[in-house]
């Protein structure tokens, strides 16, 4: 599914409009009735429709028409002035009073007192005031009409985006509509992957309006959430005749005296991801330990330096960073890995930490590399501080990926994983996973899929799905999710992912 900016989706419609000649009008009627199909029409009975002047609306406008068909009880009202109703808006305006139907403008303080009645009385409350193209503070008698809904005690269902809110960065423009349900048309819009938009839009539902598939390839749309179908078709299919050799060769760069669970996850998770041969190498001094805990991977020390160079040297795909330690030595083995390894890297954790103050190693890289990092890893090695770059995600993941030519996968709710060309927002996942060892799992995964041939975007996509729908399947169940449980849960859900 694609993610728009509103400016695109202007140029969008524009396109359809002049070059593909579909009416605007027909458009605003498809989404008037792909609104129509998201309310239940036994529930509601008084229905109270907010319409604005512009094209969202019409749209709203449309709606009432349709409801209104079918005998459903009926108050619409319309803040502005008449003489400011686009044409389209107009055209729907100029229907209802044909039909002799009543549309109450409300332009001053004392036109609310008559919203305030109808609201009082509807079961259903729909918000068409602004669409996308908002920008500007509400005031006025649009603030006080959008304080009036948020008082209601009606279900509300906001048309393309709750009036308010920014299309393209979720802030919130003075006040919003809370909406319980959001009906927004063709692409998703980039301001709903803001933290704590799902507070005003509730359930987002994207419709179809109309709009062809060529319009995306015409607009080279490189922004999307992550669906289903578009994870099982890149999943790596497993030949009849394939041999382990066939899977990868990974390797696991992790562990320390105290963090041994780490290295265990990260390298249990590329086991059971489906990786042909996994490595952990490590401290001599867990050596031992992880031999006894890992019975499918191999293990080799740093002390052994002769075999280790061959592992990493033979490897598809290496990760490193879990439970390492912030320190000197850690610095030292990633620089190491950075400069003599040729095949994809994936850093994680302390892999992340020591990179602070020492960002021009990532220019030294001679293949793609993948850094994971969370929100706290990633003020660190920036210097933006967390609470910045939780508004800003998507901008400063795209920009740090840009200018150092890596893949950043920003972990969180709706995780961020962008090459600073395309992007790429995971769309599984939940709260019920918030413990230890969840991110050294992750790691695994996406170490696994890149030794398995998949291109690290790709993989790490690909993997952050898997992960969380993992995640998601344990937590029907479960309070709470382990990463040991997403673990063993790996190789059934990936098998009912590819068919």
């Known amino acids: 599914m694609e993610i728009v900016l509103a400016e695109q989706m202007r140029k969008i419609d524009s396109f359809c409009i002049e070059n593909l000649l579909i009416p605007s009008i027909v458009l605003m009627e498809n989404a008037a009735l792909r609104v129509l199909n998201n309310i239940d029409l036994n529930k509601y009975e008084n229905i109270t429709i907010i319409c604005g002047s512009g094209n969202n609306g019409g749209d709203g406008l ?26 389209d808006c107009g055209v729907n305006y100029s229907i209802l009073c044909n039909m002799n139907i009543i549309v109450e403008f409300i332009n001053s303080y004392e036109g609310i007192n008559s919203l305030k009645s109808a609201l009082d009385k509807s079961t259903l409350l729909v918000d068409a005031i602004f669409g996308t193209g908002l920008s500007r503070e509400v005031k006025g008698v649009f603030r006080e009409a959008i304080l009036l809904i948020n008082n209601c005690s009606a279900f509300v269902l906001s048309i393309d985006i709750p009036s308010g809110l920014n299309s393209d960065t979720g802030e919130v423009l003075g006040c919003a509509v ?5 009906v927004s048309f063709q692409y998703y819009k980039r301001g709903f992957l803001r933290y704590g938009s799902e507070d005003y839009t509730g359930k987002v539902v994207i419709e179809n309006i109309g709009i062809p598939d060529l319009v995306k390839d015409e607009f080279n749309l490189k922004e999307f959430i992550s669906e289903k179908s578009f994870i099982t078709e890149s999943i790596p299919v497993r030949g009849n005749h394939s041999h382990k050799g066939d899977f990868g060769r990974v390797s696991i ?22 990786s042909g041969l996994v490595t952990l190498c490590c401290h001599d001094s867990i050596k031992e330990i992880m031999c006894n805990k890992l019975i499918e991977a191999m293990t080799v020390s740093f002390k052994d330096r002769e ?6 040297m033979k490897s598809d795909a290496i990760a490193i960073g879990p439970g390492m330690g912030d320190s000197v030595e850690t610095f030292k083995i990633l620089k190491d890995v950075i400069q003599y390894t040729n095949c994809p890297i994936v850093i994680d954790a302390d892999g992340i930490n020591v990179l602070k103050n020492n960002l021009n190693i990532l220019k030294e890289k001679k293949n793609k590399v993948v850094l994971t990092p969370h929100l706290g890893e990633m003020s660190r090695i920036t210097g933006i501080p967390a609470d910045t770059i939780k508004r800003n995600r998507v901008d400063i993941a795209k920009s740090f990926a840009k200018e150092y030519n890596v893949i950043v996968l920003l972990k969180g709710f709706k995780t961020v994983i962008t090459d600073g060309d395309t992007l790429v927002i995971n769309s599984t996942g939940n709260s019920a996973m918030a413990s230890g060892g969840m991110g050294d799992c992750l790691t695994g995964i996406i170490t696994s899929f890149i030794g398995q041939g998949l291109e690290p975007l790709k993989a790490a996509y690909v993997a952050a799905y898997i992960h969380g729908y993992c995640g998601d399947s344990l937590s029907e169940k479960n309070y709470c999710v382990t990463a040991r449980e997403v673990i063993k849960k790996l190789p059934f859900v990936i098998k009912e992912l590819t068919h």
């Open 62 to 87: 449309a709606l009432a028409r349709h409801l209104l068909v079918m005998k459903k009880n009926v108050k619409v009202f319309i803040i502005g002035e008449k003489s400011k109703l686009t044409v």
């Open 307 to 312: 075999r280790l160079n061959d592992v990493l």
């Open 178 to 182: 809370k909406a319980h349900r959001t």
């Open 253 to 274: 760069i992790a562990g320390s005296r105290d963090f041994t669970g780490a290295a265990y996850i990260a390298t249990e998770a590329a086991v059971r991801s489906g």
